[in-house]
């Protein structure tokens, strides 16, 4: 149990297009899901939080006009970069967790951006 | 002020033999949890263990042990009988407040790439 996907997997762009990036958590709801982006031999960093049917909240630092988050229903979240420069190409990673009083998150298996 | 650190960037084993990975954390909430994942080279992030700031006793799932000193600020992860496959990188990560108030945010450390030798 407790599986989330991610669309896709991989992801090579134009500079100047957007690219829109799917979160789902497969088997469980979940209120709240996370979106991470980690450039390499780094750690993990939080882009912001995303609240089912309300805005998301967002890190110091991250443009929220660059950096949309939708989060529809308990199931699915969807960030996407838009105007993609190539100082965006990174691993996007979403979390997501269960409802009730849970601490853990789970991890989708992460989308790599390339912005030629 | 880092809120994790992990101060081994590398760190090698011996297949079989046991191997302790650092994490020290900072923050003046009373309540907190602790997490360890592994990301191998897939990039799956991989939920190992969990140690909540209450918890009387240290978490363990089979052979992952955490060796959480709550003095100390520390929560170090303890990998037995070390298998090829747990070669990986590993962070350590913290939840600052209470989960159902704070909304999970979770601050990683930087991390330790583990190397497991045969």
């Known amino acids: 149990g407790a599986v989330v996907s991610q669309h896709p997997s991989w992801v090579i762009c134009k500079s100047g297009t957007s690219v829109k990036i799917e979160c789902r958590s497969l088997?469980?709801?979940?209120?709240?899901m996370f979106w991470y982006r980690q450039f390499p031999k780094q750690s993990l960093m939080l882009m912001a939080t995303s609240n089912e049917g309300s805005k998301a909240t967002y890190e110091q630092g991250v443009e929220k006009d660059k950096f949309l988050i939708n989060h529809a229903s308990l199931t699915l979240s969807t960030l996407t970069v838009t105007s993609a420069h190539p100082e965006d190409s990174s691993f996007y990673i979403c979390?997501?967790?269960?409802?009730?009083?849970?601490?853990?998150?789970?991890f989708g298996p992460g989308t790599r951006l390339t912005v030629l | 002020a880092q809120k994790i650190t992990q101060t081994q960037p590398g760190m090698f084993v011996q297949e079989k033999e046991a191997v302790t990975l650092d994490c020290t954390y900072d923050t003046s909430d009373p309540s907190y949890g602790l997490f360890w994942y592994k990301q191998p080279s897939s990039g799956e992030m991989i939920f190992l263990i969990y140690?909540?700031?209450?918890?009387?006793q240290n978490a363990t799932e089979g052979r992952y042990s955490l060796n959480f000193q709550k003095a100390r600020k520390s929560a170090n992860l303890v990998i037995s009988a070390s298998q090829l496959g747990d070669s990986a990188m590993y962070f350590c990560?913290?939840?600052?407040?209470?989960?159902?108030?704070?909304?999970?945010?979770?601050?990683f450390g930087e991390g330790t790439q583990l190397t497991v030798n045969p």
């Open positions: 088997d469980f709801q979940a209120t709240t």
């Open positions: 140690q909540g700031s209450y918890d009387q």
């Open positions: 979390s997501a967790r269960p409802l009730g009083p849970t601490d853990t998150q789970y």
């Open positions: 990560a913290m939840r600052e407040g209470g989960g159902e108030t704070s909304g999970s945010r979770l601050t």
